[in-house]
């Protein structure tokens, strides 16, 4: 007779008792997902939202308060702020009331994001700035807030969100594409700054229906649950982990590595523009590939 399988509840758990989880942009979508599962698993959960529509107008505390609120009608531990990642600013704020309610942080999950698509010869400077301020410059200021107290600490969890979109395209969202393409650059430069310190830095590619993207993926949408991405953030963000500079592209319960490669290429001293012509077939062939990225690269 062959013994029965383990439920996921009775194998043993990665848990972050005594830990602290900054989660921004999580009033909603995959932020909340985020929030409500390291909290259920210990973790003392910042819930950062500006409470902004998709395109980042307005602003309420409300919705990070409703995750706040769920928390802690489960048994857990959070606090809700409303403080923006788009200012220098607002990025401290946010740190600073983690360290003034719990006097440490060791995860930080960089999820707030906004949208303002256009087609390239219809975007605006308005929309890039909008977006970019967000995704890349919000992360920063949030990132560089919590670095010396991870760096003090010497241990740190960052996961990065970036997306689709950045890696691989997306008609419409050139400004959106390029901010969650920089969040890749700057997790590999983290990744080697923060191996001394025991701080480690990934990043997901989420394909998740929430409110951000409901109108775009359409019936698609429907098994792409949010909290399908949620596992692959929990493991990034727990001390076992000891994967850096890594992407993981998640969604509907599919995880895969995108990585970047070098092919193997051509070496000619006497390189000429001919030669690459003719040699270009060879320069592209991706058969045999080295992978670069992480402190050991």
């Known amino acids: 007779m062959v013994d029965a399988q383990p439920s996921s509840s009775e194998r043993s758990s990665l848990t972050f008792d005594g830990q602290v989880a900054i989660v921004t942009g999580a009033g909603g979508g995959l932020g909340r997902c985020h929030a409500l599962e390291l909290a259920r698993r210990g973790a003392r959960v910042v819930v950062n939202d500006l409470g902004s529509a998709v395109d980042g107008s307005g602003a309420s505390i409300s919705s990070a308060q409703k995750v706040v609120d769920e928390i802690t009608a489960a048994g857990g531990t959070a606090i809700a702020n409303g403080d923006s990642v788009a200012t220098e600013a607002g990025g401290a704020a946010i740190v600073d009331q983690a360290m003034s309610e ?7 999950i960089n999820n707030a994001g906004i949208l303002r698509d256009a087609a390239f010869k219809n975007m605006t400077a308005e929309q890039v700035d909008a977006v970019i301020s967000v995704h890349l410059t919000g992360t920063f200021n949030v990132t560089r807030a919590v670095w010396p107290v991870m760096r003090d600490q010497n241990y740190g969890r960052i996961v990065q969100t970036t997306s689709g979109t950045g890696l691989f395209g997306n008609f419409g969202q050139a400004n959106y594409g390029a901010a969650k393409m920089g969040l890749v650059g700057m997790m590999h430069v983290l990744a080697i700054e923060g191996a001394r ?12 229906r929430t409110r951000m993207t409901e109108d775009i993926m359409g019936e698609a949408g429907k098994a792409m649950d ?11 963000a727990h001390e076992s982990c000891d994967r850096t500079a890594h992407i993981y592209s998640v969604g509907g319960g599919k995880v895969s590595r995108v990585f970047i490669g070098v092919t193997k290429g ?16 060879q320069i592209d ?13």
């Open 285 to 297: 062939d991706s058969s045999a590939f080295t992978i670069r990225g992480g402190p050991t690269s």
């Open 197 to 208: 310190n025991g701080i480690a830095i990934n990043a997901i590619a989420p394909i998740a």
């Open 102 to 108: 719990f006097g440490r942080v060791d995860i930080l």
């Open 266 to 281: 051509i070496e000619d001293t006497a390189l000429t523009a001919e030669t690459v012509a003719e040699a270009i077939d």
């Open 226 to 236: 949010p909290e399908l991405v949620t596992p692959v953030v929990v493991y990034l």
